[in-house]
């Protein structure tokens, strides 16, 4: 029995991401590769691959389409880009205009295109969506383009092994609640599911699966509890919208303005950075434009700038604390929750060595 | 100073009226369609008030959805000219006159200076009404004094129309504008009609020619000529709408306060860039409020504990 997802219009609906209890199940190893296997006969899938290596001889990841269970990594570390051109596109068109002599037509698109299945996204990049999902789908002006894609995903989760860099504990973020269809855990010679949608339940009918026993939940408990170990960064978010509001004015968002390159990297790696530009352009033949949606960073020289010239943030440093205030203290205070997941690709992108636990320490007054 | 003070009771509190004629808000989540929704107008006219500024009244064109687009005053439109791009611009107009509204536009930027040379009828796009307003149903019954520097006066403008419409509503109506030379002031073919309706104009330029007559100075010259002439018991229960250059903002708001009027009684309208107008490209955001969600219009109180705001 094949299961094939089909593209659904209605996406103003609930969808299929409600919480609720969890059905769990095993399986041997060598099953997950039939699992992917009929997932991708009827479907398109993204899944890590290694695209390079780096001068250190390391690899590179990065989310691409896969159609051979060869081909991903799945114990990959992290994608250097998030996996936001699935769900965010860089570059989008958002309505199309055919003009005519007096007067033109606007014709509006929402991309919808063919649902997919993400195959072993990471805890922190499951957030990153739920965290989206808050202020592009559940706000008062909910985004069509956003919600056309979101709702059209199948998520397989997968876990992972902390990295350096990663703070995603520090975050909340370090494990999903919601937000994915399945989610596998290595559990040393199984593993161990979570099911969260029929859908989810349906494929893993096609392959040979078992009701965990008591041994498989101490295994599950075990790998938990180390993975925990693992984590050598840590940021403490302890009053931090209080302490960010108190050194608005501190020096040291100077000193690290001054290090600064205002390149935009960090906001095009991170999973969570959704700011964005409309450019309008006139067709070569001048009888159709077109209004594209680009994303930006706010760390970008023009990015408050209005007609006329005034800049309301033309320091680095301003634009740096902003971004900084908009993640951990604005967000905080809408949603209750940083729009951070702690991934640490910002840090590691950074062409200046900046890194989010270096500088919420530093404006918190604590030695590094 | 810190006497024991009375908090007055509020009550014209306002609870959801189903049966109001003011919009249901488009906040409804499963109407995702609105989101690029764009009402098709017509530039019915264009008025040259300066050699910066035109006026244009624009006309949505299908007339049912005239009738239907409601307003209040404070709030923005976006305007899109297709193949050149779309700003945020507040409604001068007043809201009593739907969507047949008026826009008093600065050349400053592409899309502003493109429009300066388009022609009457010209089919333009409008998405809204977006953004706060100001609570004029909470002033009835009180003082109004709108303050005003430079084209700051577009958006108080659809406030000073509502006066007008309802002068009956509010005790005494006072505006003060301030312009840098008589050049540059707005909407002069009006001012005799606003005092004809018994509204207070007081104005005021930076850098007289040789024609001007009026006072020469800055908007707080007036402020405290007004200080001086009006009793105390005036300002208790005065509400003050504010909008001109950031630097307007902090002086004038801090004299009213010392005056007595509450911060929350006192309204500023802000300028940012946009680029969506529904707080989702972030462009618009001071600290971590969206411009265009939580305000163009906000409360001084609320302006005064954002960060970078003025």
Redesign the interface.
């Known amino acids: 029995m094949n299961v094939i997802l089909k593209t659904s219009d209605n996406?103003?609906e609930g969808g299929t991401f409600a919480g609720g209890e969890m059905i769990f199940r095993i399986f041997d190893k060598e099953e997950l590769k039939r699992l992917f296997d009929i997932m991708v006969s009827g479907n398109k899938v993204v899944g890590p691959v290694e695209i390079a290596r780096d001068r250190n001889d390391k690899p590179l990841f990065a989310f691409n389409d896969v159609d051979s269970f060869n081909d991903m990594k799945l114990d990959y570390t992290t994608t250097k880009l998030s996996a936001k051109k699935y769900f965010l596109p860089y570059k989008e068109d958002?309505?199309a205009?055919r003009?005519d002599e007096?007067?033109?037509q606007?014709k509006?698109d929402y991309n919808i295109n063919e649902p997919f299945i993400f195959f072993g996204l990471h805890a922190c990049d499951i957030n990153a969506l739920n965290k989206l999902d808050k202020?592009?789908m559940?706000?008062?002006?909910?985004?069509?383009?956003y919600?056309a894609k979101r709702k059209n995903m199948f998520i397989v989760g997968i876990d992972c092994t902390p990295q350096p860099y990663c703070f995603c504990r520090s975050m909340g973020a370090d494990t999903a609640l919601h937000g994915f269809d399945m989610f596998i855990t290595d559990i040393g010679e199984k593993y161990f599911v979570e099911i969260l949608s029929d859908t989810a339940f349906n494929f893993l009918k096609n392959i040979r699966t078992a009701e965990p026993i008591e041994a498989d939940h101490i295994h599950y408990m075990k790998v938990a509890s180390e993975k925990n170990k693992k984590f050598t960064t840590h940021v403490d978010t302890t009053d931090l919208t209080k302490i960010l509001?108190m050194e608005?004015q501190s020096d040291v968002w100077k000193q690290w303005g001054e290090k600064c390159l205002a390149c935009g990297s960090c906001s095009k790696v991170c999973p969570t950075c959704?700011?964005?530009?409309?450019?309008?352009?006139?067709d070569i033949n001048l009888r159709g434009?077109k209004?594209t949606k680009m994303l930006?960073s706010?760390n970008l020289i023009d990015?408050?700038?209005?007609?006329?010239g005034h800049n309301?943030?033309p320091e680095r440093h301003?634009r740096l604390k902003?971004r900084y205030?908009?993640k951990h203290?604005?967000?905080v205070?809408?949603y209750e929750e940083a729009l951070c997941v702690g991934c640490g690709r910002c840090g590691e992108a950074c062409l200046a060595g900046i890194t989010v636990p270096e500088v919420i320490a530093s404006v918190r007054g604590e030695e590094n | 100073m810190f006497a024991e003070r009375r908090i007055d009771l509020d009550n014209q509190l306002k609870f959801t009226d189903i049966f109001s004629e003011a919009p249901q808000k488009?906040?409804r989540?499963?109407?995702?369609?609105?989101?690029?929704?764009?009402y098709k107008a017509e530039i019915t006219n264009i008025h040259k008030l300066t050699e910066m500024e035109n006026l244009y009244r624009i006309q949505i064109i299908n007339t049912e959805a005239r009738r239907q687009f409601i307003f209040q005053p404070g709030q923005f439109i976006m305007l899109e000219?297709?193949?050149?791009?779309?700003?945020p611009f507040s409604i001068s107009s007043s809201p009593s006159r739907h969507g047949d509204i008026e826009l008093c536009v600065?050349k400053?930027?592409?899309?502003?200076n493109f429009l300066s040379r388009v022609s009457r009828?010209?089919?333009v796009?409008i998405r809204g009404p977006f953004g706060t307003n100001f609570p004029m149903e909470k002033m009835h019954g009180q003082n109004i004094l709108l303050i005003a520097g430079g084209l700051g006066l577009a958006p108080l403008r659809s406030a000073i129309s509502y006066a007008q419409d309802n002068r009956s509503r509010f005790n005494s109506v006072d505006i003060i504008y301030g312009a840098k030379d008589p050049s540059q002031l707005l909407f002069t073919y009006q001012y005799d009609m606003w005092r004809a309706d018994d509204i207070g104009l007081s104005i005021i330029v930076d850098k007289p020619d040789l024609l001007w007559k009026g006072p020469v100075g800055l908007v707080t010259k007036i402020l405290e000529q007004m200080f001086s002439e009006r009793g105390e018991t005036f300002f208790k229960s005065t509400y003050a709408i504010v909008c001109g250059p950031p630097v307007m903002f902090k002086v004038v708001c801090n004299m009213l306060n010392q005056k007595d009027i509450p911060m929350q009684k006192m309204f500023v309208s802000l300028?940012?860039?946009m680029?969506?107008g529904?707080?989702?490209?972030?462009?618009c955001?001071v600290?971590?409020?969206y411009t265009c969600?939580n305000g163009p219009v906000f409360d001084y109180w609320t302006v005064m504990n954002l960060?970078?705001a003025i």
């Open positions: 996406f103003g958002l309505a205009f003009m007096n007067d033109w606007k509006v202020v592009l559940e706000s008062v002006y909910p985004m069509p383009y919600a509001d608005f959704y700011c964005y530009g409309v450019e309008e352009t006139v434009a209004k930006y706010c990015f408050a700038q209005v007609a006329g309301f943030r301003v902003y205030y908009h203290r604005g967000f205070e809408a | 488009q906040h989540k499963s109407d995702l369609s609105t989101f690029e929704y764009t000219l297709p193949g050149i791009g779309e700003a600065r400053a930027g592409n899309l502003t009828g010209t089919h796009g300028e940012r860039r680029h969506c529904m707080g989702k490209c972030c462009r955001n600290g971590s409020t969600l960060k970078e």
